[in-house]
């Protein structure tokens, strides 16, 4: 039988089933296939087993479950789940090489990850810290992966196990699953995942194991099936109506972030809704816009955790916060940023770790902190600082405790840091920066940015900080190419240093106008409208020809000779010279021009008048030229600055020594270049006697001003860096004061939502209360107590005790401030004017932070309680005055037959005290004198039996009265309390 066994056994599991698989898909399947992340506690076996039982048998993945085990027991989870699927399903070893078509599953006491395609095991550590094995594996499936990876949360109550694992999952790009509630049977692990926002989809297992099994297959997850890249090529223009779709709708421009990641982002939006091409998609977004924000909020999403990287923490304390609080005055505030913030876990960090620096430190400074970031939904989550419980793994149990709350969906940052942060929504590459901040940490945000953001980016970060300022990038980020403007102080922690520059950098905010949808949509590129051209358009082309053709070539220059336009074909005269570029006008002059060239502008200069300089040689092509000189001084109002306009013009061909065949004799030929090179020399001598005059002057005036000049020169400097800082801080403040004023915004609204439920609650509770501040001012009552208490809207801000109060309370004001002083509650029994009996009770009044504020005063009505005490103690008195007016011995009897009470005939008749009788047996009273064997017989039969007795005689001698006669009677009665006991009545002959 048991061969028989196995050897079904392996025909429903075949190990060589997926080789065989492997030769039908094509070549690189097996190292491209997906790998599924599965996560479960609590009800997890059932889940698991529903969803294997519903995959095919060879779904084209690997599955890794991760199962919150018993440590200290083998488990056979393996061996239950291979009866689900045809998969093989294999406990985990270490170093073991992942499959396609097989099923994975941790074995207890570990922890799994994977690297490289293959499993590894590492021993779970004894710690304070949460056991977080799902979040383990999923964060390395993350890394590892990256959009092949799968995440499942399954049933489970392991509080937020498996969160943080599927945000870092869905940051990679990966696709992610969560049980939904109804199927589940612990729901308590999915319905974590799903409220921090990292869930694609929310199903029962069944239909998990089918979209798994869609997934598979789809372009995104399964390489082989992507082609050769012609969509990229065929879909540019879908890709650029995706964000302009984006841009339009949500004022961000994703043109310039890194195209490789928009493009992962894209094509998981697409494996979710079951597209496959660009052109489909971008359709799909045109006709659904709340699928635009889902893609905007995709393409924002990244991996954050609190203290992530905690040697980059210890960096911050050991070199950046000394820094920050040398010689630091107490009142001047620490200020830092943190753009890109995400959910804030980042800006708590900091907030806790600069805390905790100046405690140790034993000092304070005010501390500002800015988070920003432009999706308004993480800032609202880190406005609010509530985080899953899976926080513990990744915060200390002592850090917990101080700066954390425990609340029901987790944990919160207490108040004191919260106030600490301000949270706003802003583009880091458009919006204005803060200004005068102490350190940016600017951690795995760049990565996102494409080269030409980066570079915008890099100056407002200068800009924002202060001389002594910190920039904290992420481990795979770096300065670039801004070396001048920081400089590397601590290489692990990438912390770099503020550096000093001569020029300002130049930091600009851009705000683009966006074009409507519409227009963008209806006009294609080959959608183009001929419009004719104007008269004015015509004129303007014919002067340009006439400029550039017929007219003489020129220049435009300053009064410093710099060119400022080209006008015409102006290489015939000027050349670029050898050596650093210059725009020089003289600089640029061909050979034998200057001379001529200098003494026209500088004649233009001084008098202001329009000059001709003739026949200038100017070598050119190995010949020489003759070149008439104009230059003409004009304005460009409203400017009063003058330019020149300086014209050359060929009034001679080239000529290189007398020509050949010439008809003139060699004697007129060397007169005549005599006699212009004397024009030459005297034309040159006045222009250099104009220069050393022009420049006598000019030493002598600057010989007299350079000292004034040079005094006053750092000064203007410094005021006008004064004044462009006064500028750029102006600018800074008014978006601080937005900022703030949006901060202010959203605490008026929790303000007024909380008064408003205080408005309420108040109004709903039927009972009389006060509160009242440290000084005893009423600050708020109930409607109710308004009546009882004789108090009117007017009362609020007066002291309690100043108030005439219907209600009679001795030395109220002593009572308060002994209740504020001690924390103890008092309860006092009170009445008012018309006799009715209420409690006072009176409450220390505590802040959310657990100050003590004042008291809270109510009073519960107990008059119809005190009523009925007073009655059942005026009954009581009636009762036992009418037993002790009867001259017969009565005695009650409880359990056990212990005296409750009895009459003074009773004492009389048998000489017995009151003290020597209560709350005693009674065949123990008097020595033992009533221990009767029939007696007591009778009496233990009653009160089980409900029964009665009659005139019982019995003949005794009594220590103190002799032998006497006597009848007993005796019944049984209930007591107020429900009690049953015996009333026993004795006739005592005489």
């Known amino acids: 039988m048991n061969a028989a066994a196995k050897e079904d056994r392996s025909r429903k599991h075949p190990v060589r089933r997926p080789a065989a698989r492997l030769r039908k898909a094509p070549q690189g399947r097996q190292a491209l296939f997906p790998v599924v992340g599965i996560g479960a506690s609590a009800g997890g076996l059932e889940a698991v087993t529903a969803l294997l039982h519903a995959l095919p048998p060879m779904p084209g993945m690997a599955l890794a479950l991760v199962q919150h085990l018993d440590p200290t027991h083998e488990s056979a989870m393996a061996a239950l789940l291979s009866r689900a699927t045809s998969m093989p399903v294999l406990e985990a070893r270490n170093n073991l090489e992942l499959e396609c078509d097989h099923v994975y599953v941790i074995p207890p006491n570990k922890l799994m990850e994977i690297a490289n395609r ?84 929310v199903l029962p297992p069944e239909k998990i194991a089918k979209e798994l099994t869609r997934l598979a297959g789809h372009p995104y997850i399964a390489p082989v099936a992507r082609g050769t890249g012609g969509e990229t090529a065929s879909g540019e223009k879908e890709f650029e109506d995706i964000l302009h779709a984006l841009r339009v709708q949500t004022g961000v421009d994703f043109s310039q972030y890194k195209r490789a990641t928009l493009q992962r982002r894209i094509q998981r939006r697409m494996a979710l809704h079951k597209i496959e091409t660009l052109k489909e998609y971008a359709a799909y977004l045109h006709g659904h816009a709340a699928e635009v924000r889902e893609l905007f909020t995709d393409v924002l999403i990244h991996v954050t955790s609190f203290f992530r990287d905690p040697s980059v923490f210890q960096a911050l304390k050991r070199r950046v916060f000394p820094r920050l609080v040398k010689k630091r005055p107490p009142e001047e505030q620490i200020r830092i940023w943190v753009p890109g913030c995400s959910t804030g876990e980042e800006v708590y960090s900091l907030a806790i770790a600069i805390m905790e620096f100046l405690g140790e430190k034993k000092t304070h400074f005010p501390v500002q902190f800015f988070g920003t970031d432009i999706n308004e939904a993480a800032l609202d989550r880190a406005r609010a600082g509530t985080y899953p419980d899976s926080i513990r793994s990744d915060v200390t149990a002592e850090r917990l405790r101080r700066f954390f709350v425990r609340t029901e969906a987790g944990y919160r940052v207490n108040k004191s840091i919260r106030e600490m942060c301000i949270f706003a929504r802003q583009n880091v590459v458009n919006d204005p920066p803060f200004s005068n901040i102490d350190l940016i940490s600017c951690r795995n945000v760049l990565i996102y940015l494409g080269p030409v953001l980066q570079r915008r980016v890099m100056p407002l970060f200068h800009y924002a900080l202060k001389p002594a300022g910190y920039l904290l990038l992420g481990a795979s980020e770096t300065i670039g190419g801004f070396a001048e403007l920081f400089g590397l102080m601590e290489k692990k922690g990438k912390v770099y240093a503020k550096k000093a520059t001569q020029m300002r950098p130049a930091v600009t905010f851009v705000h683009a106008p966006l074009e409507p949808v519409a227009e963008r949509m209806t006009a294609g590129p080959a959608a183009r409208t001929e419009i004719s051209p104007s008269v004015i358009d015509v004129q303007k082309q014919a002067d340009r020809i006439v400029l550039t053709q017929h007219s003489p070539a020129g220049v435009v220059v300053n009064r410093q000779l710099e060119v400022l336009q080209f006008r015409g074909r102006t290489g015939p005269f000027l050349e670029h010279a050898h050596g650093e570029a210059t725009l020089n006008l003289l600089k640029m002059a061909r050979e034998g021009l200057m001379v001529g060239l200098r003494a026209a502008v500088g004649r233009a200069m001084r008098q202001n008048v329009h000059v001709r300089e003739a026949a200038v040689p100017v070598k050119q092509n190995g010949g020489t030229v003759d070149v008439d000189i104009e230059v003409v001084p004009f304005q460009a109002p409203p400017s009063r600055e003058r330019f020149y306009l300086v014209l050359f013009q060929e009034t001679a061909r080239a000529r290189q020594g007398a020509p050949r065949g010439q008809g003139r004799t060699r004697k007129t030929a060397e007169s005549a270049e005599t006699r212009r090179l004397r024009e030459e020399l005297a034309s040159t001598r006045e222009s250099l006697q104009a220069i050393i005059e022009e420049q006598e002057a000019t030493n002598e005036e600057l010989r007299s001003a350079n000292e004034e000049i040079m005094s006053s020169n750092e000064e203007l400097q410094s005021t006008n860096e004064e004044l462009e800082t006064a500028k750029e801080e102006l600018q800074s403040t008014n978006e601080e004061l937005a900022t703030l004023n949006d901060e202010l915004e959203n605490r008026n609204t929790e303000m007024e939502h909380v008064n408003n439920d205080l408005h309420n609650l108040l109004a709903s509770v039927n009972i009389p209360i006060i509160m009242v501040g440290p000084d005893l001012r009423i600050r708020r009552f109930t409607a109710v107590a308004e009546r009882v208490f004789n108090l009117i809207p007017a009362d609020v801000g007066r002291p309690v005790t100043d108030i005439n109060l219907k209600v009679n309370v001795n030395q109220l004001g002593v009572v308060l401030g002994d209740v504020i002083d001690t924390l103890q509650t008092r309860d006092i029994e009170v009445q008012d004017a018309g006799g009715h009996w209420w409690s006072l009770r009176v409450r220390p009044y505590k802040t959310t932070d657990n100050k003590i504020d004042g008291a809270v005063i109510a009073l519960l009505d107990i008059d119809m309680l005190k009523t009925s005490m007073e009655g059942m103690r005026q009954s009581q008195a009636f009762a036992e005055a009418v037993v002790n007016a009867v001259r017969q011995p009565l005695v009650v009897l409880g359990k056990d037959l212990v005296v409750q009470s009895a009459n003074d005939a009773f004492y009389d008749s048998f000489q017995l005290k009151p003290e020597d009788t209560i709350e005693r047996r009674i065949y123990q009273v008097g020595g033992g004198q009533w221990d009767i064997p029939r007696l007591r017989t009778l009496l233990e039969d009653m009160l089980p039996h409900n029964s009665r007795f009659d005139d019982f005689e019995i003949e005794h001698v009594f220590p103190a009265i002799g032998r006497r006669k006597m009848r007993l009677y005796a019944r049984r009665i209930t007591s107020s309390g429900g009690q049953a006991m015996i009333l026993l009545a004795f006739e005592v002959a005489q």
């Open 118 to 201: 293959r499993l590894k095991l590492l021993s779970r550590v004894d710690s304070k810290a949460a056991n977080t094995p799902i979040d383990h594996f999923f964060k390395s499936l993350a890394e590892y992966e990256g959009s092949r990876a799968v995440g499942v949360i399954l049933s489970g109550s392991g509080g937020g196990d498996g969160t943080q694992g599927l945000l870092a999952m869905k940051a990679a790009g990966g696709i992610t699953f969560a049980q939904d509630e109804k199927s589940a049977k612990y729901p308590s692990m999915p319905a974590a995942a799903v409220a921090a926002g990292c869930v694609d989809f």
